[in-house]
């Protein structure tokens, strides 16, 4: 719920996490959106344009964190990828980005393993960039009791 309440409340502090991971290192950093979902924004009262508004947020923020820190350094060019990657079921939806040149790969996240194989071949037919499969448990999160 971290990373849904910070969009809300403390955006910068989300910029700053990924600004913090970035000069520790890391390669890599993802949007805060784990465990935000449209209808947990609807839930806690937002509108559907605030809600969407801050899925994307999540991603600009780590787009701004990224462009700060090679602002400071020089940027990797041959390592400027980004890769997309969604939970399916009621919440999501298998990302197909082919279109996009710097989309390196897209990915299938936080699905049961029993899902799997038929979301690979669905996205096999949308996309000819590699897919990263990335499942968990399967269990459902419920939001009001937070287990």
Not at 7 to 15: G, R, S, T, W
Request: charged share 20%.
């Amino acid at each position: 719920m971290v990373g849904a309440k910070l969009l809300i409340e403390a955006p910068d502090a989300v910029q700053k996490m990924h600004e913090i991971y970035l000069e520790a290192g890391a390669d890599c950093i993802t949007s805060a959106t784990y465990p935000a979902s449209l209808p947990g924004f609807l839930s806690r009262g937002l509108d559907e344009k605030e809600a969407r508004h801050l899925m994307g947020e999540a991603t600009r923020l780590a787009v701004a964190a990224r462009d700060e820190f090679w602002q400071k350094h020089d940027p990797p060019t041959d390592r400027i990828r980004t890769v997309a990657a969604a939970s399916v079921g009621p919440y999501g939806a298998v990302l197909a980005c082919d279109s996009i040149p710097n989309v390196a790969a897209v990915g299938i996240n936080c699905t049961s393993p029993l899902h799997i194989s038929s979301l690979l071949a669905i996205a096999k037919e949308h996309t000819t960039k590699p897919i990263i499969v990335y499942p968990n448990l399967g269990n459902r999160f419920d939001p009001v009791s937070k287990t």
